[in-house]
């Protein structure tokens, strides 16, 4: 999978509309840094790039259980 195929998977996973998996995939190649690599074989990444787009995919898992009002500490 490359970065596009792995941020559009993640998307299902969260059950996330084409529009919103759209935006996603756009939030996380700006957030990953990676450039033209976004749409490369995730094998052919550097250790750094790799790292930079599992930092961008985390970025939307830390965010989605806040969607449903819950607070930390409850």
Excluded at 7 to 19: S, V
Excluded at 55 to 62: D, L, N, S, Y
Aim: charged share 25%; hydrophobic share 35%.
């Amino acid at each position: 999978l490359n970065g596009v195929e792995n941020a559009r998977f993640a998307g299902r996973i969260y059950g996330m509309t084409q529009a919103e998996i759209k935006d996603l995939i756009e939030k996380v190649r700006k957030l990953s840094g990676i450039g033209k690599y976004f749409e490369l074989p995730v094998s052919t990444y550097s250790a750094g790039m790799r790292q930079r787009l599992a930092f961008a995919m985390q970025g939307r898992a830390c965010f989605t259980p806040c969607d449903d009002g819950s607070e930390p500490g409850q």
